[in-house]
T-cell receptor, first 114, second 110 residues
Framework: GAGVSQSPSNKVTEKGKDVELRCDPI?????LYWYRQSLGQGLEFLIY????????KSGLPSDRFSAERTGGSVSTLTIQRTQQEDSAVYLC????????????FGSGTQLSVL | KNEVEQSPQNLTAQEGEFITINCSYS?????LHWLQQHPGGGIVSLFM???GKKKHGRLIATINIQEKHSSLHITASHPRDSAVYIC????????????FGTGTLLAVQP
């Protein structure tokens, strides 16, 4: 596609429910990154993919968070048993390679956990 | 001490003014990113630089690797430049696993 696409743009869920967030990167981009932006923490790294593999999951805040990428393209970030502190904007970005390259960001998913 | 520090946190300017936003970092880096986020909007990458200076339109970014410092300049500022400007550096190595600064909220008044 022309840009990085994320869905849904907004998600309201109840505490304890599972949610799935989707990211469709720019076609041909090898690297895909998930970040989170919350009021108290600012922007923080969650996980990145090189192709379909995730060399670095160190930013995932707990084992309730997982992510996968299939076909070197679409990625889903899953949060199980959501908590109120998970409320944030979840941002996806892609780049042509996994080095220090220009990032292209999606518009994010605003997650609100009630 | 944060690994990436920006100053100022907030900046109000009059249209036409020259603006400078500073970023200091404590880790060794391969490149530094400057990002722009408009209110309610997504994030746009403005620059990625590893040395010297880059210019795009009215925006100029400079970096001094030895001093671990970068600046973003806006010449002839305009109200549409109002946004949050964020610098970010890699944790280590040449990746986009980034540490972000807390951002500078810029308001340019007409």
């Amino acid at each position: 596609g022309a840009g990085v696409s994320q869905s849904p743009s907004n998600k309201v869920t109840e505490k304890g429910k599972d949610v799935e967030l989707r990211c469709d990167p720019i076609s041909g981009h090898t690297a895909l990154y998930w970040y989170r932006q919350s009021l108290g923490q600012g922007l923080e790294f969650l996980i990145y993919f090189q192709g379909n593999s995730a060399p670095d999951k160190s930013g995932l805040p707990s084992d309730r968070f997982s992510a996968e990428r299939t076909g070197g393209s679409v990625s889903t970030l899953t949060i199980q048993r959501t908590q109120q502190e998970d409320s944030a904007v979840y941002l996806c970005a892609s780049s042509a390679g996994t080095g220090a390259e220009k990032l292209f960001f999606g518009s994010g998913t605003q997650l609100s956990v009630l | 001490k944060n690994e990436v520090e920006q100053s100022p946190q907030n900046l109000t300017a009059q249209e036409g003014e020259f603006i400078t936003i500073n970023c200091s970092y404590s880790v060794g880096i391969s490149a530094l990113h400057w990002l722009q986020q408009h209110p309610g909007g997504g994030i746009v990458s403005l620059f990625m630089l590893s040395s010297g200076k880059k210019k795009h339109g009215r925006l100029i970014a400079t970096i001094n690797i030895q001093e671990k410092h970068s600046s973003l300049h806006i010449t002839a500022s305009h109200p549409r430049d109002s946004a949050v400007y964020i610098c970010a550096v890699p944790y280590g190595g040449a990746t986009n696993k980034l540490i972000f600064g807390t951002g500078t909220l810029l308001a340019v008044q007409p």
